[in-house]
C-alpha cells in the first residue's frame, strides 16, 4: 500500500483548502432559514468514522452518511471491478482554475444532484446528513449551531460550535482542481457546479486533515486510517464514473491497492 497520505502536514493553512475548493466556507448564511422539514435529509445516529455509516458500495448517490470500512472479501472485490471501469490519463494544466469556476459555495441553486433546491445550502445540508445531535440557529431547520461528528478520515469525535466553523470542513472526495485538470475545465458552468455540490462527492471531516490533504489524488493522500482506505478509494471511483473523469495511473493504482 501506498503510504504517502501519512506524510499529510497538518498545520497547512485553511487558504490552502480554499484553494483547493475543500475549504471551510460556511454557507454564510446564504438566506434559507425557512426549510420546511420534509425537504430536510434524514438525520441518522450511525454518522462516518469508527465503522459508522453507510458503505459507498451500498449508497450509490451519496445521500446515506459517513463512510463506512469495506473488509469482507467479496465486498473487496467488488469494490475493485468498480475502480477498475476508470480511465486512466496523465493530469493536466491546472492553467485557468478558480474554486469560483466551480459556482459560489455552497450553493442550493443546484440541479439534478440530491439536496439540490431543497431550501438549504450545501453545506448544511452535509452537516445534517453526517452530524449527530443535531442544534439549529433559532427559526431555521436549515442553518445549525452545533452538532457531532464522527470524523471518518481520524476516528475522533468532534464537538463542532458555529463559532469554530472551521474545526470541521467539507472535503471535495474528488478535488475541484483535480476534476480540472482532469478534463472539468472543458465542462459547461451547470456540470461544474454539480460536481461541487453533489453529496456523492462530499464528506464533512476535521478541517485541519482536510487542509493537508489540498488537491492530492489517492497516490499523494489518503485517510490515516487503513480500514477507511478501500472505502475512501471506492467513493473516488464512483465520482470519477459518474462525471466521466479519468484519474491518473498511479491514483487508480494506489486505489486497487487499497481493496486488495
Known amino acids: 500500500m501506498r503510504a504517502r497520505g501519512s506524510r499529510a502536514i497538518l ?18 448564511d446564504i438566506g434559507v432559514d425557512h426549510l420546511a422539514k420534509s425537504a430536510s ?38 469494490a475493485r471491478e468498480l475502480i477498475e471501469k476508470v480511465p486512466t490519463k496523465k493530469r493536466g494544466t491546472k492553467t485557468g482554475y478558480d474554486r469560483d469556476k466551480f459556482g459560489y459555495a455552497w450553493a442550493d441553486s443546484v440541479d439534478d444532484v440530491p439536496f439540490g433546491r431543497n431550501g438549504c445550502d450545501t453545506r448544511n445540508d452535509l452537516l445534517r446528513r453526517d452530524g449527530q445531535k443535531l442544534k439549529y440557529r ?30 470541521i470542513q467539507i472535503d471535495h472526495v474528488m478535488p475541484l482542481s483535480y476534476d ?15 460536481i461541487a455540490n453533489d453529496p456523492l462527492n462530499l464528506l464533512p471531516v476535521d478541517g485541519p486533515m482536510n487542509s493537508s490533504k489540498s488537491d492530492s489524488g ?13 472505502s475512501y478509494a471506492v467513493r473516488f471511483a464512483q465520482v470519477a464514473l459518474k462525471y466521466e473523469l479519468p484519474v491518473t495511473e498511479e491514483d487508480k493504482s494506489t486505489m486497487l491497492e487499497q481493496c486488495a
Do not use: H
Not at 11 to 28: H, M
Not at 53 to 60: I, K, R
Open 218 to 230: 489517492p497516490a499523494d493522500w489518503l485517510p490515516p486510517i487503513d480500514e477507511i482506505r478501500c
Open 180 to 194: 480540472w485538470q482532469m478534463g472539468a475545465s472543458r465542462w459547461s458552468d451547470a456540470k461544474r457546479k454539480q
Open 41 to 78: 435529509p434524514k438525520a441518522t445516529s450511525k454518522s462516518g468514522g469508527g465503522g459508522r455509516g453507510a458503505s459507498p458500495l451500498e449508497n450509490p448517490d451519496g445521500t446515506r452518511p459517513g463512510l463506512a470500512p469495506i473488509t469482507a472479501a467479496k465486498e473487496k472485490a467488488k
Open 11 to 28: 498545520g497547512f493553512s485553511v487558504a490552502v483548502a480554499v484553494l483547493a475548493g475543500c475549504g471551510p466556507l460556511d454557507a454564510q
Open 138 to 167: 433559532d427559526g431555521s431547520t436549515c442553518i445549525l449551531i452545533s452538532m457531532t461528528l464522527d470524523d471518518p478520515y481520524t476516528g475522533k469525535t468532534i464537538e463542532w460550535r458555529k463559532e469554530k466553523a472551521a474545526e
